[in-house]
């Protein structure tokens, strides 16, 4: 799913994705987002979902499991 060009995210989209990312599971598949502002990683990182929906920076990315570079998403992130 590409939320690349979303330009506000809230907590409105977590029912949906996580709808989505079971009904993928129970299918042997896998759901992947791509998006790449602090505003949706902020929902997933806040929620305790940022391991199921980590961020791909494209979708060429996400379908080859890619996921960005951790500073991409969350410019605030320190380096561990």
Do not use: K
Not at 48 to 68: H, V
Request: proline share 6%; net charge negative; glycine share 8%.
């Amino acid at each position: 799913m590409d939320l690349s060009e979303a330009i506000f995210t809230d907590c409105s989209i977590l029912t949906p994705l996580c709808d989505a990312w079971y009904d993928c599971r129970a299918r042997s598949g896998w759901l992947r987002i791509v998006y790449g502002n602090h505003a949706t990683d902020l929902v997933f990182r806040c929620t305790g979902l940022l391991d199921r929906f980590p961020a791909y920076a494209s979708a060429q990315d996400a379908g080859e499991g890619r996921t960005a570079d951790p500073g991409t998403a969350d410019p605030l992130r320190r380096p561990a």
